[in-house]
């Protein structure tokens, strides 16, 4: 089961997006913030991202910095509720919110799927 | 000629309010330019208003007003008379001895730049030059330097006389004889078109950008909110077999519906645009009936302590939006205190002409509700744009404090001012306007307003003008009545100088008198303003008449008297009453008698 990490500092987002994941068959993990996300993506490995940008303590952007050391290919989807502000990154998609389950999966999916 | 006092403007510095008469009369006279012809009171680096400084610096030679020992416009063969006619800064002179204080002198740059020619122009007043975007606060402080005869440096909208608008950079002042009677005006202009133009579309796009700004904000909250509904939405509808699944995701969907409706009231309340209900009530008794949520909101680090003067004035305002806006205010002193410690809360009057001065208050009587930390205070970019929307400093902050606290205040009328330091603490303070005597026709058994307190009313505090409209004829009257009310101005009406006098007993001073001459009963219209201008100086008064030969020898320029001949138009009636109103506030004596408690 591929596993996915959902990062907003909206609790009653991440319970969405893992809601949607998770019925599309993903084992999902969720944090609050950048640094929250860190410590998950350090204790376990994960198989894709799913963040927000806008966020207290660390943001979405350096967030994807910070892990693309120990996951240079890992498949990043941004969902952020003013696109504009995060430009194009390699290996990077990005969503507006709000996306509706089926987008998501399909962005999370073909992201998974183009790697394997 | 203009004379040696022609040379106000070239030497000087900042055009911009200057010394009263009696302020001059302690500044030594500059004489030695003038050698004993001429002399001047030198603006010593002295405000002139709020202009453009053309040269600089603010002015410490040139003169603000000036002295003359050969008043007249006939000596043309000396150098000064050469190079006022050079110069290619129009300057003017008028005459305030002659009825409406008409232009009779031009130089040919003053020509130039209007494109007026010479025969167009003396004799008129200078408001030929104004047109439709003139701002009336301009021309109002422009009334006022006149009447309290002192100098002043304005930037003003004047028409040319083929219609196109520039933008003046006006400077005049005030010409003595030896026996220190006014005799002249002399102004001198400066097309300042092109600076204005830049620093409008600087503003333009400031603007926008703060418009970006709050349109991402916008945006960016609504749609996560709406993520939560339209997500929630969603799961339900793939849970409607499981009941609790189901009810959970609406409640979540309700949830964030209530959050998005909240914003909707924060960006109402930023933009000024708030339903308030003002009512009057006590400062103090807010602070402590709301004492128990405040003290719950610092949480345990953080004491409260309360500072609140005895005998504080009451207010006019919403009692829940100020809950609001304390409780905004109250949470960044406690954010601003991570290791706890003390807040206060203080309220106190502003009354007297030094701290008005210091908080750049018109007068009058006003209450101060202050907030002060002593905890990690902002540095002065952050304060500049604390009360911009969806600026925030604070990890889960929404941006939106701050920004509804200045709404809320200004749309109460009254003024935020922010005073931080880092490492020292913040003190944020909250002015509002005391209310004055309870609003006539409300309360208007409780007690006569005193002199002067009443202008504190609520339709004043509205920006509401009071016209007294006196004629004994019911149809004119009640015309001139109606016409008035709906332009928005409160009206009081009476059928005599009498009933008038009653009128202005029970319900306060007044902002305008209209009344007809001739009447019946002792007391005609002209006896009428002399009276209530004991009351009130300065009060602006339109006389009315269907007697040509009634109308009084006119009285001096200022004086505020003018003349309406019926029948009239009720546009010219709605023009005149405009005109009349538009003079300076400001200039209004201040309300000393303020009640307190």
């Given amino acids: 089961m591929k596993h996915v990490l959902v990062v907003d500092d909206e609790e009653a987002i991440t319970y969405i997006f893992r809601r949607y994941l998770e019925a599309a068959g993903y084992r999902v993990s969720t944090a609050g913030d950048g640094l929250e996300a860190l410590e998950v993506a350090g204790r376990e490995t994960i198989d894709a991202l799913v963040t927000d940008i806008r966020m207290p303590r660390m943001s979405g952007d350096k967030l994807i910095a910070a892990l693309r050391p120990r996951y240079p290919d890992l498949p990043i989807t941004v969902v952020s509720a003013y696109a504009i502000e995060m430009g194009s990154w390699p290996g990077v998609r990005v969503l507006s919110k709000p996306v509706d389950a089926a987008s998501l999966i399909a962005s999370v999916g073909a992201m998974l799927g183009d790697r394997a | 000629m203009v004379h040696a006092a022609g040379m106000v403007g070239f030497d000087g510095g900042r055009l911009t309010a ?158 003595y004889d030896d026996q220190g009677r006014l005799l002249y005006w002399f102004g001198s202009m400066m097309d300042i078109t092109r600076r204005r133009v ?155 002409p030094e701290r008005l001065e210091r908080h750049r208050l018109s007068p009058g009587a006003y209450v101060t509700l202050c907030v002060i930390d002593e905890g990690i205070g902002m540095a002065p970019e952050i304060v500049s744009r604390a009360t911009e929307p969806f600026f925030t400093t604070k990890g889960p902050g929404t941006g939106l404090g701050l920004a509804m606290v200045h709404g809320f205040v200004q749309q109460s009328h009254g003024r935020l001012e922010i005073e931080s330091e880092p490492g020292k603490g913040t003190t944020i303070r909250m002015i509002f306007p005391a209310a004055g005597a309870p609003a006539a026709g409300q309360e208007r058994a409780a007690r006569a307003p005193a002199p002067g307190d009443a202008n504190w009313s609520a339709a004043t505090l509205l920006g509401v003008r009071t016209v007294l409209v006196v004629d004994d ?111 300076d506030v400001r200039a209004r004596p201040a309300l000393d008698a303020q009640h307190e408690g």
Wanted: glycine share 8%.
């Fill in chain 2, 473 to 583: 004829s019911a149809d004119v009257r009640e015309l001139a009545e109606a016409h008035l009310r709906q332009l928005g101005y409160r009206v009081l009406a009476a059928q005599s100088g009498e009933e008038a006098l009653q009128l202005v007993e029970r319900y306060g001073d007044v902002d305008l008198l209209f009344t007809d001459i001739i009447m019946p009963g002792g007391m005609n219209g002209l006896r009428l303003a002399e009276l209530l201008r004991q009351r009130q100086p300065g009060l602006p008064v339109i006389l009315t008449t269907g007697y040509m030969n009634e109308i009084p020898p006119m009285a001096a320029p200022g004086s505020g008297l003018n003349v309406l001949v019926k029948p009239y138009r009720m546009a010219e009636l709605a023009e005149r009453v405009h005109m009349a109103l538009q003079v």
């Fill in chain 2, 18 to 175: 200057g010394k009263t008469r009696d302020e001059r009369a302690h500044t030594p006279m500059d004489e030695d330019a003038g050698h004993g012809a001429s002399a001047g009171v030198p603006a010593a680096g002295g405000l002139e208003g709020n202009s453009y400084h053309p040269l600089g610096e603010p002015g410490v030679r040139h003169w603000q007003a000036s002295q003359i020992s050969r008043p007249g416009l006939e000596e043309r063969g000396n150098i000064f008379f050469a190079a006022i006619e050079m110069t290619r800064m129009p300057m003017v002179v008028t005459d305030p001895s002659q009825p409406d204080n008409p232009v009779v002198f031009v130089n040919r740059a003053f020509q130039d730049l209007t494109l007026y020619p010479e025969e167009q122009i003396l004799g008129r007043n200078c408001r030929f030059l104004q047109g439709e975007q003139t701002d009336p606060n301009a021309l109002a402080e422009i009334r006022s330097a006149i009447r309290e005869q002192r100098a002043v440096a304005i930037d003003i909208l004047n028409y040319k006389a083929d219609g196109r608008p520039f933008w003046n950079g006006l400077f005049f002042g005030p010409v």
């Fill in chain 2, 198 to 352: 830049t620093e409008q579309s600087y503003l333009q796009a400031q603007k926008m950008e703060a418009i970006g700004q709050l349109t991402a904000g916008v945006a960016h909250d609504f749609n996560n909110l709406l993520q939560v509904v339209a997500g929630n939405l969603e799961l339900a509808r793939g849970a409607v077999d499981d009941r609790d699944a189901l009810l959970q995701a609406l409640d979540r969907a309700q949830l964030a519906g209530d959050k998005a409706s909240k914003l909707t009231q924060q960006l109402l309340t930023f933009a000024r645009k708030q339903r308030l209900e003002p009512k009057r009530l006590n400062l103090n008794s807010l602070v402590v009936e709301f004492s128990e949520m405040l003290v719950r909101t610092l949480g345990d680090q953080v004491d409260l302590h309360l500072d609140l003067k005895p005998g504080l004035p009451a207010c006019t305002l919403d009692g829940t939006h100020m809950e609001m806006a304390l409780l905004n205010v109250l949470i960044n002193a406690r954010d601003a205190l991570p290791a706890g410690g003390k807040v206060t809360i203080g309220t106190s009057t502003i009354m007297d």
